[in-house]
């Protein structure tokens, strides 16, 4: 149960002269007892050759909280973002992060140097056993091109080491996600449009099931069943 709706504020820089306010919504657990902080960024400043985008800017996550980030164009919400997941440092100031917390993110743009199926790509959110269901997922594509007794035993060499992994419960998350974002495993990542490759990456922070997911418009290019599914499944992994 959610006992109040905080919102929090920093300073950052507006398009103009003026300064805006960038404010995140923050449902707080009602007992505060169990508040553990997450993430947090204290007194962080960033600035790209300009007024700054962050100034002085305090701010934490704590487990159970959902937070929705709202501000117009260069308010510093993907940058606030890149912060908290590591891959952007402040000039100034503190990112504070609790042991062993996993991050994922999705990305406004796509990166570069993502390349193999929708399958692959969406599979590498879980490490080291999604490359392993990865390595599962297309040998038992080619023993469907190529049923040879090579083909069939190195299917089953990969089958065992998925066993032993425990990884079929991972095969079923990565292939529910799938499914429900209407993705087809088999097409390269490279030829897919624009809005399949989100898509795909969307799927891929997912899977992950990280303790902190940042989402940055994870809305695009989802039709309302997709967007609706995304929801409930969030919900239910808390």
């Known amino acids: 149960r959610l006992a109040s709706f905080?919102?929090?504020?920093?300073p950052v820089a507006g398009p103009s002269s003026s300064r805006g306010i960038a404010r995140l919504a923050c449902p707080r657990l009602l007992d505060v007892s169990q508040r553990v902080s997450l993430l947090s960024i204290q007194s962080v400043s960033i600035a790209f050759g300009g007024p700054p985008v962050l100034d002085g800017a305090s701010f934490s996550i704590e487990r159970g909280e959902r937070v929705s980030l709202v501000g117009r164009n260069g308010a510093g919400k993907s940058t606030l973002m890149k912060l908290l997941?590591?891959?952007m440092l402040p000039d100034t100031?503190?990112?504070?992060?609790?042991?062993?917390?996993?991050?994922?993110?999705?990305?406004?743009?796509?990166?570069?140097?993502?390349?193999?199926t929708i399958y692959d790509v969406v599979a590498e959110g879980l490490g080291e056993d999604g490359r392993l269901l990865a390595r599962y997922h297309e040998a038992s594509l080619t023993v469907g091109v190529?049923?040879?007794?090579?083909?069939?035993?190195?299917?089953?060499?990969?089958?065992?080491?998925?066993?032993?992994a425990n990884g079929w419960r991972l095969h079923t998350r990565v292939e529910t996600v799938l499914e429900h974002l209407g993705l087809e495993a088999d097409a390269q990542f490279e030829k897919a449009s624009g809005g399949r490759k989100r898509q795909t990456l969307l799927a891929r922070a997912l899977v992950r099931q990280p303790d902190v997911l940042l989402l940055d418009e994870p809305t695009n290019h989802l039709d309302i069943d997709a967007i609706e599914w995304m929801e409930g499944y969030l919900i239910e992994q808390g």
């Open 146 to 164: 190529d049923a040879s007794e090579a083909n069939l035993k190195a299917r089953d060499r990969l089958h065992h080491a998925v066993d032993s």
């Open 93 to 116: 100031g503190e990112i504070v992060r609790q042991g062993g917390v996993t991050v994922a993110r999705l990305e406004q743009d796509i990166p570069d140097g993502v390349h193999g």
């Open 85 to 87: 997941d590591g891959t």
């Open 6 to 10: 905080h919102a929090s504020s920093w």
